[in-house]
């Protein structure tokens, strides 16, 4: 169907065409619910990156084991638990953020979802033991599985056509920022204070949520049929002719209603669609197999093992990733997702493979001068390609290559497969680090 919603549409314009777009088109409604969605991905950067920077001064605070070579346990293994328990939140989250959307709709779930972000926030900034960290975190976790599936279906869903793809590029760019201002911020700001600086995002959020507007496609979903073309309005503007966009909206949504049963999740696994799966769960899950939540959890024990000044590697990581980020935005317009995509694996295969050498050569003692360079370069050379592309072109990809009837249990799919991938690589990295930090990456 020509209205058909991808989860993560590709980009047809450059982030500076977005704005230039957003600030001509719209109306305020779609500019304040536009913002709500760039905070939610800018909050979402921020968890993934507080525990990076903030490793040694919670295991110093609190008395927190990192890992045991011994006994492979949680009790054995506090820190790796708080890295690692995050990601469980995330297939929890990844369960249920479908159901959860269709049934209380968009608006509220973002509700949910930042109130979860708050209260996640200060149970970590008021820990005083290891549950009230881990609860907090395990918050965090499910919203971020929540929000990750509702950001970019509710922009698609509430944007105009030409604005759809290249708003949700930038989703991933916001994350990348949110990344990157905290790692700057954990070297100057203590871990407490920090996570209450993490909740401002979530915290600015919810007053504004007052006065957005429903997904149109929502109201036409729960039979709302008559205020879809009201809700089209505010986003389009009083005088636009929006008769055309709400009969598209509800005749897709009578399609749908009449798929009936085969749009249940076991239609995934027919043989005509094992390519399209193969190739969506094998691209999302490759950058955490190949150690992004390693490098993002414990960013703090690679720089101090090899002998790099922690606050000038992370606003080093930060600023690197940042623009990799803004470059990748760019330049998937130009040179196609394929090209974008090998270049952007390679620069993470030749940083985890500089970084394997860096302690080969510190364990040895051999240029110990040059090592800590080494290692720097090494880790920024590895998130700065992720951002270029790993980081947002498998998500695109995997919302391309499925047809209508399954992209929602193809999403479900490919989000549980990226959490436990992601879970798997967070709490064996600790111990594998402890093992043989060379051979770990």
């Known amino acids: 169907m020509a209205e058909e919603v991808s989860l993560l549409a590709s980009p047809s314009e450059s982030s500076t065409s977005l704005l230039s777009e957003i600030s001509n088109a719209?109306?305020?409604?779609?500019?304040?619910?536009?913002?709500?969605?760039?905070?939610?991905?800018?909050?979402?950067?921020?968890?993934?990156?507080?525990?990076?920077?903030?490793?040694?001064?919670?295991?110093?605070?609190?008395?927190?084991?990192?890992?045991?070579?011994?006994l492979f346990c949680p009790f054995c293994s506090q820190y790796s638990l708080f890295g690692s328990i995050l990601t469980v939140g995330l297939i929890l989250g990844a369960?249920?953020?479908?159901?959860?959307?269709?049934?209380?709709?968009?608006?509220?779930?973002?509700?949910?979802?930042?109130?979860?972000?708050?209260?996640?926030?200060?149970?970590?900034?008021?820990a005083k033991?290891?549950?009230?960290?881990?609860?907090?975190?395990?918050?965090?976790?499910?919203?971020?599985?929540?929000?990750?599936?509702?950001?970019?279906?509710?922009?698609?869903?509430?944007?105009?056509?030409?604005?759809?793809?290249?708003?949700?590029?930038?989703s991933q760019l916001f994350t990348g920022v949110g990344t990157s201002v905290v790692y700057v911020l954990g070297t100057v700001v203590a871990w407490r204070k920090l996570a209450i600086l993490g909740s401002i995002p979530s915290l600015m959020i919810l007053?504004?949520?007052?006065?957005?507007?429903?997904?149109?496609?929502?109201?036409?979903?729960?039979?709302?049929?008559?205020?879809?073309?009201?809700?089209?309005?505010?986003?389009?503007?009083?005088n636009s002719d929006v008769s055309d966009e709400a009969g598209e909206i509800l005749a897709y949504t009578e399609h749908v209603k009449q798929q009936g049963d085969n749009r249940g999740f076991l239609k995934l696994f027919q043989r005509k669609y094992a390519f399209s799966l193969t190739i969506g769960v094998v691209l999302i899950a490759l950058p955490q197999l190949g150690g992004l939540s390693g490098y993002s959890f414990y960013t703090d024990s690679i720089f101090i093992s090899t002998g790099v000044s922690s606050d000038v590697g992370f606003i080093s990581t930060s600023i690197?990733?940042?623009?990799?980020?803004?470059?990748?935005?760019?330049?998937?317009?130009?040179?196609?997702?394929?090209?974008?995509?090998?270049?952007?694996?390679?620069?993470?295969?030749?940083?985890?493979?500089?970084?394997?050498?860096s302690f080969?050569?510190?364990?040895?003692h051999c240029w110990e001068t040059g090592t800590p360079i080494l290692a720097l370069i090494s880790v920024t050379l590895y998130f700065g390609s992720y951002g270029l592309g790993m980081g947002s072109i498998p998500s695109i990809i995997a919302s391309e290559i499925y047809p209508v009837d399954v992209k929602g249990a193809a999403?479900?799919?490919?989000?549980?497969?990226s959490s436990i991938s992601s879970w798997l690589v967070a709490y064996s990295f600790s111990f594998l680090f402890q093992w043989s930090t060379t051979g770990n990456l």
């Open 320 to 357: 690197v990733q940042m623009l990799a980020g803004i470059l990748g935005t760019v330049l998937v317009d130009v040179s196609g997702r394929r090209s974008l995509l090998l270049v952007s694996q390679a620069g993470m295969f030749l940083g985890c493979l500089a970084t394997a050498i």
């Open 207 to 238: 007053p504004l949520l007052f006065f957005i507007p429903e997904s149109p496609r929502w109201l036409a979903k729960v039979g709302r049929d008559k205020e879809v073309e009201q809700i089209l309005l505010r986003l389009r503007g009083a």
């Open 95 to 126: 369960l249920i953020c479908g159901k959860l959307t269709d049934f209380v709709g968009r608006v509220y779930t973002i509700w949910i979802t930042n109130i979860l972000f708050v209260i996640g926030w200060f149970a970590i900034a008021f």
């Open 360 to 364: 080969f050569l510190k364990e040895n």
């Open 129 to 170: 033991a290891v549950w009230l960290l881990d609860l907090g975190r395990l918050l965090q976790g499910i919203s971020i599985g929540i929000s990750a599936y509702l950001g970019p279906v509710y922009i698609t869903e509430i944007a105009p056509r030409k604005l759809r793809g290249v708003a949700c590029s930038m």
């Open 26 to 70: 719209s109306t305020r409604a779609f500019v304040l619910a536009f913002t709500v969605g760039s905070c939610g991905a800018f909050a979402f950067g921020c968890i993934i990156g507080y525990s990076a920077p903030t490793q040694s001064s919670i295991m110093k605070d609190l008395n927190l084991s990192i890992a045991d070579a011994i």
């Open 411 to 417: 999403g479900t799919m490919c989000g549980l497969v």
